[in-house]
């Protein structure tokens, strides 16, 4: 046997694992390196009465059919204000979705959200998320132009250039919001960005919180661009910080005075709002909602949920993990 491949593999597994505690792994995700302002922004909470706006999406495949994938997406958007939560839930959405009907499915759906059918139809994997990420930047376009002098949530970040977000889309929503004299954050609940070889939001300064952690440098590669300023945000005592992007269009000190109203407008634990949390929690499917789905789908529409056998399973036994982790 050639022998040179095992051992190439094997000199890479040495050497990736020495490289855990070596602090100045960096890997190469911008055209400029990451810098990370250790030195924290402290924040006193403002106490100034603040609408308080939230936006999250989710989608889920509810079955497969003979021909094809069924689909369900569901958006929601809470309000914080004077001391009471409102939520308005959109959908759910039923959709089925075969390889004869995903290109007219999804250009409709852009049409409708954004009067576009440029972008390139995904594959019938793919159609839940991205599907469910159009009527996310729907509601988020529609509470920018809604509400005013308010605090919006995202959930992610303000990168654009990407299939889920392109550039014109983000760029018309911040625009509107600061025409209403919104500010909107987008709170990361996971980050690739590293500092020395960690993630940004394992810095933990000798500061009490709450405080930001401020970061210069981030360069992107074309065609991914950087609409909002990215911080580290410690807004609690205990091990919890999240990546947050702020629109780069908004003057530094509004910044944050921003977050400093989001602390005493909403409720935060974990440095985590209580809107965004919420907004999650509603529009998630639970499996009784499942089940219901079904069967309406059969029901009133005829639709027939086929149970098609996992291979790996059926072949592996205990030891299949399935297709999708194949």
């Not at 959709?95 to 139809?121: D, G, I």
């Not at 935060?268 to 919420?278: G, K």
């Amino acid at each position: 046997m050639d022998t040179a491949l095992p051992r190439r593999l094997t000199e890479l597994s040495i050497h990736s694992l020495k490289q855990v505690n070596n602090p100045t792994f960096q890997p190469n995700m911008a055209e400029a390196p990451l810098q990370l302002k250790l030195t924290p922004i402290p924040l006193k909470p403002r106490k100034q009465e603040t609408i308080v706006a939230a936006v999250d999406t989710s989608s889920i495949r509810i079955g497969e059919t003979a021909t094809g994938t069924l689909i369900a997406i569901r958006g929601a958007t809470v309000y914080k204000q004077n001391r009471q939560y409102r939520y308005v839930r959109v959908g759910p959405f039923i959709l089925h979705t075969t390889e004869e009907n995903k290109h007219e499915v999804y250009a409709a759906l852009q049409h409708s959200c954004f009067n576009t059918t440029h972008e390139h139809t995904p594959n019938l994997l793919q159609m839940p998320m991205r599907m469910a990420n159009y009527l996310e930047k729907w509601l988020q376009a529609t509470l920018a132009r809604n509400t005013k002098d308010s605090l919006i949530l995202f959930d992610g970040s303000l990168t654009s250039g990407t299939p889920d977000t392109p550039i014109r889309q983000l760029k018309e929503t911040l625009a509107t919001a600061r025409q209403r004299r919104n500010t909107v954050l987008a709170f990361s609940k996971m980050t690739t960005l590293r500092f020395n070889g960690h993630p940004i939001t394992d810095a933990q300064p000798n500061h009490k919180p709450p405080y930001l952690l401020e970061t210069t440098g981030l360069k992107p590669k074309p065609p991914i661009v950087l609409l909002g300023d990215v911080y580290v945000a410690r807004l609690t005592n205990g091990n919890y910080a999240f990546r947050v992007d702020i629109d780069k269009e908004v003057l530094f000190q509004e910044k944050i005075e921003a977050i400093e109203k989001l602390l005493t407008n909403d409720l935060i634990a974990q440095s985590y709002p209580e809107t965004l949390r919420l907004a999650h929690i509603l529009c998630t499917f639970t499996a009784n909602e499942v089940i219901a789905i079904q069967h309406l789908a059969a029901s009133k529409y005829g639709v027939k949920i086929i149970q098609k056998p996992d291979m790996h399973r059926l072949l592996f036994g205990p030891f299949g993990r399935g297709e999708n982790n194949a």
